[in-house]
């Protein structure tokens, strides 16, 4: 199943604060986060996630830092601030009641 | 792992000037990060960089969604790298336009008859023959559309219009009545967000566009003074040089080649900005970063010393301006200061922003105080109207500012949140002005 482009764009944002607030964590290893979750599913040009990220960091949601890993390779490491805790919190909330609502009209069951 | 493929596609991001050297590493370090699993899961490294590459996203695609968030580096990338034809148009229209306005003024100035009579109306208009010149400026580089090219140039009339139908009380060029003085100072500054207007192509919706006009107004300032010294020195040379055998040259020099200069460089000065950009961008934080604990300190005293000694003191007009010129200053330092930061946020910066911005807040609230005693004893003036109106527009600004600040300091708040408040009050400013400028002096009776 391939989900709707306009709906991966709306949960990006909620999705990405969610696993940055399981903890610190570096571009690559959220997208893998994201396919194991989706179980691959949910299908997300790589580069993508950088632009938003930076936006992200740019409206105080989370902040950066370089970090030497295993191998010296450099990686930069994201982090949600309390102001991006707020922002997913109130995420949440919206995302909790646009499935609550669409819950209640789709039969247990039929379609999918 | 195949490091010259891998080199190959480096050298193709960097091309693209939305992405910058960081931007280039943390790709990188995900595509290895990639290209490692993938073979680790059995592919040969070749096949294991293409599938990496091709999740990645192409490379134009991924620069042009680089460009939609990084929109700074963007415009740096159209204004530094135009197509050849238009970068060789580029300056011969700046001069085209540098060579209007000087001409311009100097018929204004033939008309009206300064320096030999009087002429109010060259001071008060001078606005006129310079900004809209700048603006068509702008309005051609941008190619703004045509209506609204024709909406700005209906703001500039209607000015033009209701400030010379305007019946003042009798003024000279050196002697303007009250309310024209305050005209003649309101005029440049609203006319200048005009030029704003223009600058920004009309898209005036835009926070980030508007922040980008603000920085353009910090980087116009410094280059224009760096013009103003070089071509004081010029003149202070010419007229040395030939005042020993020409006497009457003194005259010549302060009424053709100054003014002409003058209303010339304003045109050059926004010019150097936009094609000199990456200068001026080295230049201005490092000023900031001088100047911010230097006003801090300055500020400091200044308020104590105000407070111990001057309390209830009359501001005259000449100090008020100097006062109010100093909290204009303070806030484009703290602005510019925020805005110029590339990422990194130096916290020490911050609590000095705040001391000057804290500062600032009591001088303007002793300025406020002992005005109000003075419009309780004798009334109210359009001087004192318009002085304590200004104050007011600051002080409330210093008051946000100070207060977006200490949430920035607890990391309550990302400093785009002081951009937007600034970008956003630009509108009560221009309500402001344009009060000033078009009901104060019906008002008061053209006094």
Known sequence: ?112 | MSEILLDEWRQAVRRHRAIDDADAEELEAHLRDSIADLEAAGLGPDEAFLIAVRRLGEVDALTAEYAREHGDRLWRQLVLAPPAAERAASWPVMLGFAVATAVLVQLARLASGVPQTGGSWFVRDLGFFVLPVLAGYFAVLRRMPWRRAAGLAAVVAVLAIAVNAFPYAQGSATDLSATELLVAIHLPVLLWLVVGAAYLGGELRSSDRRMDFLRFTGEWIVYYALIALAGGVLIGLTVGVLSAVAPGSTDVVATWVVPSGMAGAVVVAAWLVEAKKSIIENIAPVLTAIFTPLFAAMLLVSAAVYAVTALGRDFDRGLLTLFDALLIVVLGLVVYGISARGGRALRVMDALRLTAVIAAVLLDVLVLVSMLARVGEFGFTANRVAALGLNLVLLVDLVVTAWILVRMLRRRAPAVRLERWQTGYLTVVAAWLAVVILVLPPVFGFA
Request: net charge neutral.
């Open chain 1, 1 to 112: 199943m391939e989900i709707d482009k306009d709906l991966v764009a709306a949960m990006a944002t909620p999705l990405v604060l969610a696993i940055l607030a399981e903890g610190p964590n570096y571009g690559y290893a959220i997208l893998k986060r994201v396919r194991e979750l989706s179980g691959g599913e949910l299908e997300w040009t790589d580069g993508m996630l950088y632009p938003l990220l930076h936006r992200l960091e740019r409206l105080g949601g989370i902040e950066s830092e370089w970090r030497e890993s295993d191998a010296a390779r450099r990686r930069r490491y994201y982090r949600v601030t309390d102001l991006g805790r707020a922002q997913l919190a109130e995420q949440r909330r919206q995302w909790d009641t646009a499935t609550r609502t669409l819950g209640g009209l789709w039969p247990q069951g039929a379609g999918a």
